[in-house]
C-alpha cells in the first residue's frame, strides 16, 4: 500500500507535460470555405478581394489568409453607404436600434467558440484569454450598449449622433477594441467605418458576416480593411463626423494634427507605463497575482499593462524572490494550448523592438531575469523578462515597451510613490495594493491616470468608462461617459447669433510702443500680482466715439510662460473642497455686485448703456450659477457585474489656456472663467482684443475676493500669437478658443505637443447669454474629465466567508 502511494506520488512528480489543445478545425475550415481571400464589407456586401497582404499565425508563421488593403476610392464609397445608413438608422426608433445590437450580442455569443480560435490563431494570444476574457467581454459590450440604445432617447435630450463614426483600432484585442467602439457608436444612432490593424482583420471580417446574418441594415457597419495609409484616407474624409482611435501616441498625435479644424470629434485611447504599486501592508500573494495579470497578460501587449512596478523598500526583496519564483511557473507556448499562460508577440518587428529595449537596459547597467522557454523556432515568442537595478531615466523606464518586461523600482514614503508614479508623460491606468483603504483612497485622486484600480488590475467592464489624462490620450470608452463621445449637443451647428453688443466688434486698437507720458498701460494678471508687459509693447484702445481710453499691454511668450507657471504652481486649487470653491465664487459675485456701476461704466465706452448693464448683470449672475455647479456636477458609481464598484470621480483638467470672445467681451470672460474654476481649474486668460478693459480690471475684484495668487491669470493682446503659446507649451492641460475660426487648425494642432484636450468653438455665433445653451452645457461637461477608481471586494468576500464558516 505505502510502496503504491510512492509510485503515485512519483509518477505524479515524474509526469510529462501533455498540451491541451484547442481544435482549430472550424476556423480553418471557415478560412477554407472563403478561398482565403477576403474583401471589404462595404454597403452590407463584401467586396472582391483585391491588391491584398498576406496574414500569418505568429505562433508558427504559417500563413493563414489574404486580406484587401484598402484604397482611397474604397474608403469614400465607404463614406457614402455610411452618410445613407446613418440617416435610416438614427430615424429608427431606439427599440429598434436596441434589437440590433442585443442580436448582435446573441449572435457573437453563439460564434464565440470560433472567434476565439480565430483571434488566437491571428494575434498569438493564449486561448484562455481569448475565450474567457476577450470574447465574453466583447458580448458583454454589446449587451450593455443595446440598453444605451433603448434608453438613449430618455437619457441624452439635449444631444444627437455624430453622425458617421471613423474608427481604427490595434491589434493587441482585436475584438474587444472593435466592441468597445461600435457597439457605443450604434447605440447612439451613428454609422461607422472601421479599420482593423493590418494584422488581425479576421475576426473583424468574421464580424461583418455575423451583421449581415442579424439583417443589420446595410450601411450601419463597415469594415475597410488595410493598413496606415488606408486609415489616413479614412481620418481625411469631410464628411465622418468622428475619428476614434486606439494604437500608439504617435499614430495619435498624428491623426489629432491631420483633423485639427475640421470640426470632427476626437477620442484617442493611447500607450501608458502605468505604475503598480505595492505598499508594505499589500497581502503580498494577491499583489504578485495580481502583477502577473497586470503585466503578462496579452503578452504584456496592453496599453495599460502594469509594467513599472513600484515596491515599498522594506518589502522589495521579498517581492522580488516571490516575482522570480511566479515567473519560473509560467507556461508559455503554442497559444491553442488551453494550459499556457503566455502565446506569441504579435510579429517579428515587435519582437525585435522588445528584445531591443532590453538589451539596451542591459547596457545602461540594468540586470535582466528571464525565465528559459521551449517553443516553436517558428514563432515570435520572448519570455516573461524582469529587469532591476533601473534608473528612472532609463529608456525601458520611461517608454512603453509593448511586451512581457517589467521595470523594478523601489520607493519609501507614499508620497515618494506617487511622485515616481506621477513622473511619466502617459496617465492611463494605475495599480494599488494595500490593506489600508485610507492609503489607497488617499493615493487614488494623487495619480494622475483615467483608470486605479485597488487590490486588483486589469478590469474592464462596458459599463465603466477607461480612457487617459496626459498623453494616453483623451476621451472615454464604455459606461455613460463613452455615449457622449459619440453624441453632439443638438443644435451645435446652428447657435443663435446674438447682435445686442455687435458695438463692441467696432471698436478700434493701435499697437505701438508705450509712449513716455503717464503711463497709463493696463497691466497684466500673473500670479496674483499686476505685472508689466515683458516686452513693454503696448495698444491704444479707442472707445465707440473714437476717443482714446487707454493703453493695453501686448503680451508675449515670456508672459505666457511665467502665467503658466504661476498656474501651475497654484495646484491647490484643484484639490481644495468644493465649498471652498463655490465660497470664493459666490465672493466674486458679490464684489462684482458691488462695483457693477464702476463695470458698466467701462462697458459703456463701447456699447450701448442698456446692453452694457444687461452685461455686468449676466456677469453677476454668471458667477453665481457656476458657484452652484462646484459641488454638483457629481460622479458615479458604476455597477461592473464582479465583485468590485467602480468611483466615476470628475477630476480638474488642470491649467486651461483659453482665449475669449470678441462678442459679448465681458460675460464670455467671466463665463470662461466660472466654468473653469467651478470645477477646479486654473485659468490663463486672453480677454477680448477689442474690448479687454473690464476684463483687464476685473483683477481688482479678484484681488479682493481670496481667489489664491496664480489661479487666473489674465493677458491681453494678439489672440492668434497668444494663443499659438498656450496651444504648444507643455505646462497648459487644455485649450478652448472662442476666438476667430482662422485660429482652430493651428490651436488643434500645436495642441500635440503634449495632446491637451482642446474646446474649440466660434464665440461670436455662441449665445453666451444663455446658460442653457449645448454649447455651455457641453463645456460644464468637458471643464473635468473622469477618473473611474475600481475598489475590489475580494476582501470583504473573504470576511463573509470566515464569518460563514464561524457559524
Ligand atoms: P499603431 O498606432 O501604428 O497602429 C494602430 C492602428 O492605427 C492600426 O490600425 C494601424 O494600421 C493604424 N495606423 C497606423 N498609422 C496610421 C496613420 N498614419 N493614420 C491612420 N491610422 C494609422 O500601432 P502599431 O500597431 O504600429 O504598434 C506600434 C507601437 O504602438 C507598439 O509597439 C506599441 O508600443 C504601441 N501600441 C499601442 C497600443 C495601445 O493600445 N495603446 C495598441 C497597439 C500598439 P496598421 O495596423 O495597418 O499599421
Known amino acids: 500500500m505505502r510502496g503504491q502511494d510512492l509510485s503515485i506520488a512519483k509518477e505524479f512528480k515524474e509526469m510529462g507535460y501533455g498540451e491541451a489543445l484547442e481544435s482549430d478545425a472550424a476556423a480553418l475550415e471557415w478560412l477554407e470555405k472563403n478561398k482565403r481571400k477576403f474583401g471589404h464589407f462595404i454597403d452590407g456586401k463584401f467586396t472582391k478581394p483585391s491588391n491584398t497582404f498576406k496574414t500569418t499565425n505568429p505562433a508558427n508563421g504559417k500563413f493563414l489568409a489574404e486580406i484587401s488593403k484598402g484604397n482611397l476610392s474604397d474608403i469614400k464609397l465607404a463614406v457614402t453607404s455610411a452618410v445613407a445608413a446613418q440617416k435610416r438608422w438614427s430615424s429608427l426608433n431606439s427599440h429598434e436600434r436596441a434589437k440590433y445590437l442585443y442580436a448582435l450580442a446573441r449572435v457573437i455569443q453563439k460564434n464565440s467558440r470560433l472567434l476565439a480560435v480565430l483571434e488566437t490563431l491571428e494575434n498569438g494570444k493564449s486561448i484562455r484569454e481569448t475565450r474567457d476574457i476577450d470574447i465574453p467581454l466583447v458580448v458583454r459590450h454589446f449587451y450593455h450598449h443595446a440598453g444605451w440604445a433603448e434608453i438613449l432617447h430618455e437619457e441624452f435630450k439635449d444631444y444627437e449622433p455624430v453622425g458617421v463614426a471613423g474608427q481604427i483600432i490595434p491589434w493587441n484585442f482585436p475584438l474587444l477594441m472593435l466592441s468597445w467602439k461600435i457597439a ?104 504578485v497575482e495580481g502583477l502577473v495579470d497586470a503585466i503578462w497578460l496579452n503578452q504584456g501587449e496592453v496599453c495599460c499593462a502594469g509594467s513599472r512596478l513600484l515596491v515599498q523598500e522594506s518589502i522589495s526583496e521579498k517581492v522580488k524572490r516571490k516575482i522570480v519564483a511566479r515567473m519560473k511557473k509560467l507556461r508559455v507556448g503554442n497559444p491553442l494550448d488551453k494550459s499556457v499562460d503566455m502565446g506569441a508577440i504579435i510579429n517579428q518587428s515587435q519582437l525585435k523592438k522588445i528584445g531591443q529595449m532590453v538589451s539596451e537596459s542591459e547596457k545602461e547597467g540594468a540586470k535582466v531575469f528571464q525565465t528559459n522557454i521551449k517553443c516553436d523556432a517558428k514563432g515570435c515568442f520572448y519570455p ?30 507614499p508620497n515618494e510613490a506617487v511622485e515616481i508614479a506621477n513622473n511619466t508623460q502617459y496617465g ?35 459599463a465603466v468608462g477607461f480612457g487617459g489624462y496626459r498623453e494616453s490620450g483623451y476621451g472615454r470608452e464604455g459606461g455613460k461617459e463613452g455615449i457622449f463621445e459619440y453624441l453632439k449637443p443638438k443644435g451645435h451647428n446652428s447657435p443663435k447669433k446674438v447682435n445686442r453688443f455687435k458695438e463692441s466688434r467696432k471698436v478700434k486698437t493701435l499697437d505701438q510702443t508705450a509712449d513716455s507720458s503717464i503711463d497709463q498701460t493696463r497691466k497684466f494678471y500673473i500670479g496674483g500680482k499686476q505685472v508689466r508687459p515683458d516686452g513693454g509693447y503696448s495698444s491704444k484702445l479707442i472707445d465707440k466715439n473714437g476717443n482714446f481710453v487707454t493703453e493695453v499691454g501686448l503680451g508675449n511668450r515670456k508672459d505666457i510662460r511665467d502665467a503658466v507657471e504661476s498656474a501651475n504652481l497654484s495646484s491647490s486649487w484643484s484639490t481644495t473642497t468644493s465649498h471652498n470653491r463655490s465660497q470664493v465664487m459666490y465672493y466674486l459675485a458679490e464684489n462684482l455686485s458691488k462695483r457693477k456701476a464702476e463695470f458698466c461704466a467701462k462697458l459703456e465706452l463701447f456699447v450701448e448703456p442698456k446692453d452694457a448693464e444687461i452685461e455686468v448683470n449676466l456677469a453677476i449672475e454668471r458667477l453665481f450659477y457656476y458657484a452652484a455647479w462646484t459641488d454638483k456636477l457629481d460622479g458615479a458609481v458604476h455597477q461592473a457585474p464582479i465583485r468590485a464598484n467602480t468611483l466615476a470621480i470628475n477630476e480638474p483638467l488642470g491649467v486651461i489656456g483659453a482665449i475669449s470672445s470678441e462678442s459679448e467681451p465681458f460675460l464670455s470672460f467671466i463665463t470662461i472663467l466660472g466654468l473653469a474654476l467651478s470645477q477646479g481649474n486654473r485659468v490663463i486668460i486672453i480677454p477680448s482684443r477689442a474690448n479687454p478693459l473690464a476684463c483687464l480690471d476685473f483683477y481688482q475684484v479678484i484681488d479682493t475676493s481670496d481667489v489664491p495668487g496664480g489661479v487666473v491669470n489674465i493677458i491681453s493682446g494678439s489672440p492668434g500669437e497668444l494663443g499659438k503659446v498656450l496651444s504648444e507649451h507643455s505646462g497648459v492641460d487644455a485649450i478652448w478658443h472662442f476666438g476667430s475660426k482662422k485660429y482652430f487648425s493651428e490651436v488643434e494642432s500645436l495642441s500635440i505637443s503634449n495632446l491637451k484636450q482642446t474646446y474649440v468653438s466660434d464665440g461670436e455665433s455662441m449665445d453666451w447669454s444663455n446658460t442653457q445653451s449645448p454649447v455651455l452645457k457641453e463645456l460644464l461637461r468637458r471643464s473635468v474629465q473622469v477618473k473611474n477608481i475600481w475598489i475590489w471586494w475580494e476582501v470583504l468576500r473573504y470576511c463573509l466567508l470566515a464569518i460563514l464558516i464561524q457559524n
Not at 429 to 450: H, Q, R, V, Y
Open 184 to 287: 457605443p457608436a450604434l447605440a447612439a444612432g451613428n454609422s461607422v467605418i472601421l479599420k482593423p490593424a493590418e494584422t488581425t482583420s479576421l475576426t473583424a471580417i468574421y464580424f461583418a458576416k455575423l451583421c449581415e446574418m442579424i439583417g443589420l441594415p446595410k450601411g450601419v457597419v463597415n469594415i475597410v480593411t488595410g493598413d496606415g495609409e488606408t486609415g489616413e484616407h479614412l481620418i481625411s474624409q469631410d464628411k465622418i463626423g468622428k475619428i476614434a482611435f486606439t494604437g500608439s501616441t504617435e499614430v495619435g498625435k498624428r491623426i489629432r494634427k491631420k483633423t485639427a479644424g475640421k470640426g470632427k470629434k476626437l477620442t484617442l485611447e493611447l500607450g501608458g507605463k502605468s505604475p503598480f504599486i505595492i505598499f508594505d501592508d499589500a497581502d503580498i500573494d494577491s499583489a
Open 428 to 462: 492611463l491606468a494605475a495599480s494599488i495594493w494595500t490593506e489600508n483603504i485610507n492609503l489607497a483612497l488617499d493615493m487614488a485622486p494623487k495619480i494622475k491616470a483615467g483608470v486605479i484600480w485597488i487590490n486588483s488590475s486589469n478590469m474592464f467592464d462596458a
Open 384 to 413: 516573461p523578462t524582469l529587469i532591476t537595478d533601473t534608473e528612472p531615466s532609463m529608456e525601458i523606464v520611461r517608454e512603453e515597451v509593448f511586451g512581457p518586461v517589467l521595470v523594478f523600482l523601489t520607493f519609501r514614503t
